[in-house]
């Protein structure tokens, strides 16, 4: 070929290539947004997927209506306590800066909302970038250009969370440590064409170490942003570790020098570190993260110093991967005698992410294989299809080729790169968003394997030159060809569109209840988007006198704060859950997994007594429940209190032995709520229900019917309920002794729907009923409910009838009424 033909050769392969990458772009962007309806609500709201992403929503609002400063305190959620910022500043900080940019300082609430949804589309369609770099740095670029095809068509957790409308920092993971990868490799492989050593810096011959320093810098910001993006990021910092200790052993093993390792994972480590110190708060571990990148700019050192002396002192080779596990141990000892904080960071590594108790329930944090606590590969193929599967044979066919044949440090950290993900990925689902970067790769890597011995070079060589003809198409052309169309990328595809067809987050029984709960109840005294003091240590955040909280389960806490503008007393940062933590010994603390699973309404109310430090104060005044906590959701609140027996016992059926709920289950707060209605409670009363979806709880009315002689209606009821906590009328009056005295109401909700209210007792010659309802309505700057009792209450005894009204004032006052 003349040098004039290469130019135009050069240029059109970067155009192709150019064209595959948008294609791959314009795929992604189109995958994420088809269910952008279901975001972009007809009537105007926009409707957030999961619950996460509320709070990322949240931390822009509060940013934007104090920029740039960041929401380091909430008040706003776990009543009473608040709760310190949990995520990482860059994600929210940096999307917060690009919406006051474009919205020129006074960002429209529309704008907010726009840029929010559409942020995890971008984010998830820019991953093929620094995927596309990576692969063809290591193996190319036609590998390059499937493995940015295969990540755009991804399914599974890489796809639900970078999916229209699910504004979360996991994503953001995912993008950032692939751009580490994509730096790191162009560092090694610099490293490897200009090799740098301590004694070229000593000599302050810097110009070939000029040539690589950029590579480990970018690598460093990358790392740097990953830190300052999940409080979390240790974890790429310890694959980096893992990697560069494994690269020590490989280069000192084949007498190769191994300074660059250190040199590079210094300056990696210390451009993070500096990244790290500078950032005020980053969650709960920023101690965390200053130690171990301070451990790694330690470690890198010795271990190039102890490779230096065993080559000086000519020891045998193999005992060098020996001394680095007696120095791990060493400073392990060392650790255990100088810094419980350092042992504990040392020993905590290797169960980083496992969870055990009500943790356990938490969907993303349960292992990878297991669905309903029973072992399964399905999970496998939801998240990657069959790129799943042959990512794993990749795996092994590469660590054969690693031992093997002659490596390179670059194939070296994809090997160790993709054992940490998979072994992280086992422990907590959620890193399957990780894993399927790794397994696009590898996947196409294997792919252009099979294509090189299907003879496609040969083919593709008689096409530019102009030989081709239709007697060149082999086989084995079709066969390579289908392979990868029909197992990898159609079911791939496949997978993808139908995961697109809804997003998750609150539906809309949930977010009618949170906006009721916004405009019918009293303003909590707390400005929703101030810049809240942040507490000293030992201290608890006072709140002003009208300040109350709302019980629910955790899952919703966001939705409440978010939506609703009110406090959660539990979020879901699982806080404010209450129960136990490691054995069924321990307090059973206050908080939401101990309200609804409290036996009775006294003990429940003792727990709302005991959330509060002020004994004059309950922890909540409305209880927001909804049929998944009465039915499904119910085991994980018995779970984050280590105490699960009998609530469900097995029933012999037609169809064999069932679980179903007990009488423990029936007693549970949460089911005097939901089943019952709050029927014969003294101080919860129904202020609000939302529409009546199709649900569970006719089963579970049946069940109570059938086995405890109850007379419910096998009904289903409104999705979403809420109750309020209130001090109660009392009513007293006289009957004769040992007469069985009645007081009952008809309860009309505002969804038109009649219950009884009632409540007995027996006589000593007086009788006394607290009640929670008031019959004579609302009254201003309270609770503006319209379920109330259809008239006034109804005394009965004997032949006696007699009617009482109760104000809401006396159920506010406890005022006492006597007949």
Same mark, same amino acid.
């Given at each position: 070929?003349?040098?004039?033909?290469?130019?135009?050769?050069?240029?059109?392969?970067?155009?192709?290539?150019?064209?595959?990458?948008?294609?791959?772009?314009?795929?992604?962007?189109?995958?994420?947004?088809?269910?952008?309806?279901?975001?972009?609500?007809?009537?105007?709201?926009?409707?957030?997927?999961?619950?996460?992403?509320?709070?990322?929503?949240?931390?822009?609002?509060?940013?934007?209506?104090?920029?740039?400063?960041?929401?380091?305190?909430?008040?706003?959620?776990?009543?009473?306590?608040?709760?310190?910022?949990?995520?990482?500043?860059?994600?929210?900080?940096?999307?917060?800066?690009?919406?006051?940019?474009?919205?020129?300082?006074?960002?429209?609430?529309?704008?907010?909302?726009?840029?929010?949804?559409?942020?995890?589309?971008?984010?998830?369609?820019?991953?093929?970038?620094?995927?596309?770099?990576?692969?063809?740095?290591?193996?190319?670029?036609?590998?390059?250009?499937?493995?940015?095809?295969?990540?755009?068509?991804?399914?599974?957790?890489? @796809?639900?969370?970078?999916? &229209? #409308?699910?504004?979360?920092?996991?994503?953001?993971?995912? %993008?950032?440590?692939? !751009? *580490? +990868?994509?730096?790191?490799?162009?560092?090694?492989?610099?490293?490897?064409?200009?090799?740098?050593?301590?004694?070229?810096?000593?000599?302050?011959?810097?110009?070939?170490?000029?040539?690589?320093?950029?590579?480990?810098?970018?690598?460093?910001?990358?790392?740097?942003?990953?830190?300052?993006?999940?409080?979390?990021?240790?974890?790429?910092?310890?694959?980096?570790?893992?990697?560069?200790?494994?690269?020590?052993?490989?280069?000192?093993?084949?007498?190769?020098?191994?300074?660059?390792?250190?040199?590079?994972?210094?300056?990696?480590?210390?451009?993070?570190?500096?990244?790290? @110190?500078?950032?005020?708060? &980053? #969650?709960?571990?920023?101690?965390?993260?200053?130690?171990? %990148?301070?451990?790694? !700019? *330690? +470690?890198?050192?010795?271990?190039?110093?102890?490779?230096?002396?065993?080559?000086?002192?000519?020891?045998?080779?193999?005992?060098?991967?020996?001394?680095?596990?007696?120095?791990?141990?060493?400073?392990?000892?060392?650790?255990?005698?100088?810094?419980?904080?350092?042992?504990?960071?040392?020993?905590?590594?290797?169960?980083?992410?496992?969870?055990?108790?009500?943790?356990?329930?938490?969907?993303?944090?349960?292992?990878?294989?297991?669905?309903?606590?029973?072992?399964?590969?399905?999970?496998?193929?939801?998240?990657?299809?069959?790129?799943?599967?042959?990512?794993?044979?990749? @795996?092994?066919?590469?660590?054969?080729?690693?031992?093997?044949?002659?490596?390179?440090?670059?194939?070296?950290?994809? !090997?160790?790169?993709?054992?940490?993900?998979?072994?992280?990925?086992?422990?907590?689902?959620?890193?399957?968003?990780?894993?399927?970067?790794?397994?696009?790769?590898?996947?196409?890597?294997?792919?252009?394997?099979?294509?090189?011995?299907?003879?496609?070079?040969?083919?593709?060589?008689?096409?530019?030159?102009?030989?081709?003809?239709?007697?060149?198409?082999?086989?084995?052309?079709?066969?390579?060809?289908?392979?990868?169309?029909?197992?990898?990328?159609?079911?791939?595809?496949?997978?993808?569109?139908?995961?697109?067809?809804?997003?998750?987050?609150?539906?809309?029984?949930?977010?009618?209840?949170?906006?009721?709960?916004?405009?019918?109840?009293?303003?909590?005294?707390?400005?929703?988007?101030?810049?809240?003091?942040?507490?000293?240590?030992?201290?608890?955040?006072?709140?002003?006198?009208?300040?109350?909280?709302?019980?629910?389960?955790?899952?919703?806490?966001?939705?409440?704060?978010?939506?609703?503008?009110?406090?959660?007393?539990?979020?879901?940062?699982?806080?404010?859950?209450?129960?136990?933590?490691?054995?069924?010994?321990?307090?059973?603390?206050?908080?939401?997994?101990?309200?609804?699973?409290?036996?009775?309404?006294?003990?429940?109310?003792?727990?709302?007594?005991?959330?509060?430090?002020?004994?004059?104060?309950?922890?909540?005044?409305?209880?927001?429940?909804?049929?998944?906590?009465?039915?499904?959701?119910?085991?994980?609140?018995?779970?984050?209190?280590?105490?699960?027996?009998?609530?469900?016992?097995?029933?012999?059926?037609?169809?064999?032995?069932?679980?179903?709920?007990?009488?423990?289950?029936?007693?549970?707060?949460?089911?005097?709520?939901?089943?019952?209605?709050?029927?014969?409670?003294?101080?919860?009363?129904?202020?609000?229900?939302?529409?009546?979806?199709?649900?569970?709880?006719?089963?579970?009315?049946?069940?109570?019917?059938?086995?405890?002689?109850?007379?419910?209606?096998?009904?289903?009821?409104?999705?979403?309920?809420?109750?309020?906590?209130?001090?109660?009328?009392?009513?007293?009056?006289?009957?004769?002794?040992?007469?069985?005295?009645?007081?009952?109401?008809?309860?009309?909700?505002?969804?038109?729907?009649?219950?009884?209210?009632?409540?007995?007792?027996?006589?000593?010659?007086?009788?006394?009923?607290?009640?929670?309802?008031?019959?004579?309505?609302?009254?201003?700057?309270?609770?503006?409910?319209?379920?109330?009792?259809?008239?006034?209450?109804?005394?009965?005894?004997?032949?006696?009838?007699?009617?009482?009204?109760?104000?809401?004032?006396?159920?506010?006052?406890?005022?006492?009424?006597?007949?």
């Amino acid at each position: 070929m003349t040098t004039e033909s290469k130019p135009p050769k050069i240029i059109g392969d970067k155009l192709i290539h150019l064209g595959v990458i948008i294609l791959s772009l314009l795929v992604s962007i189109y995958i994420r947004t088809i269910p952008k309806a279901s975001v972009f609500l007809s009537n105007g709201f926009v409707r957030f997927g999961g619950n996460d992403p509320w709070y990322h929503l949240r931390n822009v609002e509060s940013i934007l209506h104090n920029f740039p400063n960041m929401l380091w305190f909430d008040a706003y959620t776990q009543y009473p306590n608040g709760t310190h910022q949990i995520f990482a500043p860059l994600f929210d900080m940096f999307l917060s800066t690009v919406i006051w940019i474009i919205g020129l300082g006074t960002p429209s609430q529309d704008l907010i909302n726009t840029l929010c949804a559409y942020n995890p589309v971008i984010l998830g369609a820019l991953v093929i970038i620094p995927t596309y770099f990576f692969t063809k740095n290591i193996f190319g670029s036609r590998a390059a250009l499937l493995a940015a095809f295969f990540i755009a068509i991804a399914p599974g957790q890489f @796809l639900s969370r970078s999916i &229209i #409308g699910f504004n979360d920092h996991h994503i953001a993971e995912t %993008l950032l440590t692939t !751009i *580490i +990868a994509m730096f790191m490799i162009m560092a090694l492989k610099k490293a490897s064409e200009h090799e740098i050593t301590f004694e070229m810096i000593k000599n302050k011959d810097l110009s070939t170490f000029k040539v690589v320093l950029p590579y480990m810098l970018l690598t460093g910001v990358a790392l740097g942003a990953y830190s300052l993006t999940w409080i979390g990021a240790i974890f790429f910092s310890f694959v980096i570790g893992v990697y560069i200790t494994i690269q020590f052993c490989i280069d000192h093993m084949h007498k190769r020098s191994n300074d660059y390792l250190a040199i590079s994972g210094m300056i990696i480590f210390a451009v993070a570190l500096i990244m790290v @110190l500078a950032t005020p708060y &980053i #969650g709960s571990t920023k101690p965390l993260a200053i130690k171990g %990148l301070v451990a790694g !700019i *330690i +470690a890198f050192p010795v271990l190039s110093l102890m490779s230096t002396m065993m080559n000086k002192k000519a020891i045998k080779k193999s005992y060098y991967p020996l001394a680095i596990s007696i120095f791990f141990v060493v400073g392990v000892g060392v650790a255990k005698l100088v810094s419980e904080s350092a042992y504990a960071l040392i020993t905590s590594v290797f169960s980083f992410f496992m969870r055990t108790g009500g943790g356990l329930t938490i969907a993303e944090a349960s292992p990878l294989l297991s669905i309903g606590g029973q072992f399964s590969f399905q999970p496998i193929w939801y998240n990657f299809g069959a790129m799943g599967y042959i990512s794993f044979i990749a @795996l092994a066919i590469l660590t054969y080729k690693a031992f093997t044949q002659k490596n390179t440090p670059e194939n070296t950290f994809l !090997i160790v790169w993709t054992l940490m993900i998979i072994w992280a990925m086992l422990q907590q689902n959620r890193f399957a968003y990780y894993y399927s970067v790794n397994a696009a790769i590898l996947c196409a890597w294997v792919n252009i394997k099979i294509l090189k011995l299907a003879g496609w070079k040969n083919l593709m060589d008689s096409i530019k030159s102009k030989s081709f003809s239709a007697k060149n198409i082999k086989a084995m052309h079709i066969l390579s060809a289908a392979f990868i169309i029909l197992v990898l990328v159609y079911p791939s595809y496949s997978l993808a569109m139908q995961q697109t067809q809804g997003t998750s987050g609150p539906n809309g029984y949930w977010i009618e209840a949170t906006t009721w709960l916004r405009y019918n109840t009293p303003d909590p005294g707390l400005d929703y988007y101030e810049s809240y003091e942040i507490p000293a240590d030992g201290e608890s955040y006072k709140y002003p006198d009208a300040a109350y909280g709302v019980m629910s389960w955790w899952d919703y806490g966001h939705w409440i704060e978010v939506i609703g503008h009110r406090i959660p007393n539990a979020n879901p940062f699982q806080k404010g859950i209450g129960g136990r933590t490691n054995s069924i010994d321990e307090e059973n603390l206050p908080g939401a997994s101990t309200f609804f699973t409290a036996p009775s309404e006294e003990t429940a109310t003792e727990v709302l007594e005991a959330i509060h430090p002020d004994p004059e104060k309950a922890g909540a005044r409305y209880i927001v429940s909804d049929v998944e906590m009465a039915t499904g959701k119910f085991y994980a609140m018995t779970a984050w209190t280590l105490d699960t027996d009998n609530y469900y016992i097995p029933v012999q059926t037609d169809v064999g032995y069932q679980n179903v709920p007990g009488p423990r289950y029936y007693d549970s707060m949460e089911a005097r709520l939901h089943i019952f209605d709050a029927s014969g409670l003294k101080q919860y009363r129904m202020v609000y229900e939302s529409p009546i979806g199709s649900t569970q709880e006719p089963g579970y009315k049946n069940v109570y019917n059938v086995l405890y002689g109850g007379t419910l209606t096998e009904e289903n009821t409104g999705y979403v309920k809420i109750f309020e906590y209130v001090e109660g009328a009392t009513i007293t009056g006289t009957a004769p002794v040992n007469e069985t005295v009645t007081i009952s109401n008809n309860i009309l909700t505002n969804q038109m729907r009649t219950f009884t209210y009632t409540q007995s007792t027996t006589s000593d010659g007086t009788y006394s009923f607290t009640v929670p309802y008031s019959t004579t309505g609302p009254i201003e700057g309270e609770t503006q409910f319209d379920t109330m009792p259809a008239g006034p209450y109804t005394i009965s005894y004997g032949t006696v009838t007699e009617q009482v009204s109760v104000s809401e004032t006396d159920v506010l006052n406890g005022n006492t009424i006597e007949v």
